[in-house]
């Protein structure tokens, strides 16, 4: 028993040194890491590409796609014409900062570029691993239940930013918005950064982009 308290200890422990090295070099080249988490299929890959769509312009972006197998993912970003490296996990349910530092070393983004980082679709583990990253988002989508604040606190608790998708089905589901909401503010009080959206409809997305659009903005104009 004690043993495996330690081996996991250790592997955190590991984990937060290379942590610290991706946050030194993205100090150094003024990157902004966002580590988008969130269950399977519940957005994650529709966020980053409205993402691209709304800034590509405006800012360098690259996007580092984490999945168990394929390169779905990253195949459907590429077309956006932005830098994209997939990491297939071979299995394992979350990812890693070793394989986030190898990912930038093979990706080498320039100075200045906002990098998305599409985690493993798992509302656990992903939450305990430090990936260097300046902020996190989750994907939660109104179709996985009104609930999930309730069932995955850790998760909600350690995002900065949450995104309701799918909100264009949330009547079929019978999606209670007031329970969601409650569960969500026992969580994160007045530090609740809520965002509802559809990225069918786009219902929602001028207000994710005015935020995203002024955090950019006050992060690479001043220092
Ligand atoms: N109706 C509706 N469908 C959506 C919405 N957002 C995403 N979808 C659909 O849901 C499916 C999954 O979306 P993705 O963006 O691929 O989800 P993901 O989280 O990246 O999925 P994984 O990478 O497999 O974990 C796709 O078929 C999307 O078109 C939404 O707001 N409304
Ligand atoms: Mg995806
Ligand atoms: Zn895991």
Same mark, same amino acid.
């Given at each position: 028993?004690?043993?495996? &308290?330690?081996?996991?200890?250790?592997?955190?422990?590991? /984990?937060?040194?290379?942590?610290?090295?991706?946050?030194?070099?993205a100090?150094?080249?003024?990157?902004?890491?966002?580590?988008?988490?969130g269950?399977?299929?519940?957005?994650?890959?529709?966020?980053?590409?409205?993402?691209?769509?709304?800034?590509?312009?405006?800012? /360098?972006?690259?996007?580092?796609?984490?999945?168990?197998?394929?390169? %779905?993912?990253?195949?459907? &970003?590429?077309?956006?014409?932005?830098?994209?490296l997939?990491?297939?996990?071979?299995?394992?349910?979350h990812?890693?900062?070793?394989?986030?530092?190898?990912? %930038?070393?093979?990706l080498?983004?320039?100075? /200045?570029?906002?990098?998305?980082?599409?985690?493993?679709?798992?509302?656990?583990?992903?939450?305990?691993?430090?990936?260097?990253?300046?902020?996190r988002?989750?994907?939660?989508?109104?179709?996985?239940?009104?609930?999930?604040?309730?069932?995955?606190?850790?998760?909600f608790?350690?995002?900065?930013?949450?995104?309701l998708?799918? &909100?264009?089905?949330?009547?079929?589901?019978?999606?209670?918005?007031e329970?969601?909401?409650?569960?969500?503010?026992?969580?994160?009080?007045? /530090?609740?950064?809520?965002?509802?959206?559809s990225?069918?409809?786009?219902?929602?997305?001028?207000?994710?982009?005015?935020?995203?659009?002024?955090?950019?903005?006050?992060?690479?104009?001043?220092?």
């Open positions: 028993m004690e043993m495996k &308290i330690k081996v996991i200890k250790d592997i955190l422990q590991k /984990n937060e040194f290379s942590a610290d090295s991706i946050r030194e070099l100090k150094e080249n003024r990157w902004f890491l966002i580590n988008v988490m269950s399977p299929g519940a957005g994650k890959t529709s966020f980053i590409r409205t993402m691209i769509n709304a800034f590509k312009d405006k800012f /360098n972006i690259a996007v580092i796609e984490g999945d168990v197998a394929s390169t %779905i993912d990253a195949e459907e &970003i590429s077309k956006l014409g932005v830098k994209v997939q990491i297939n996990t071979g299995g394992a349910c990812l890693v900062a070793d394989s986030i530092n190898e990912a %930038i070393l093979n080498n983004p320039g100075k /200045n570029t906002i990098i998305f980082i599409e985690n493993i679709g798992n509302l656990i583990c992903p939450s305990s691993f430090d990936l260097g990253e300046n902020m988002v989750v994907i939660s989508s109104a179709a996985e239940g009104d609930d999930k604040p309730y069932k995955y606190p850790i998760m608790e350690s995002s900065d930013v949450v995104v998708s799918k &909100i264009d089905v949330a009547e079929v589901i019978g999606f209670d918005m329970r969601y909401i409650k569960g969500l503010k026992a969580i994160k009080g007045d /530090n609740l950064n809520l965002f509802k959206v990225f069918k409809t786009s219902e929602g997305l001028n207000e994710l982009e005015d935020y995203f659009s002024k955090l950019f903005s006050s992060y690479f104009n001043h220092k």
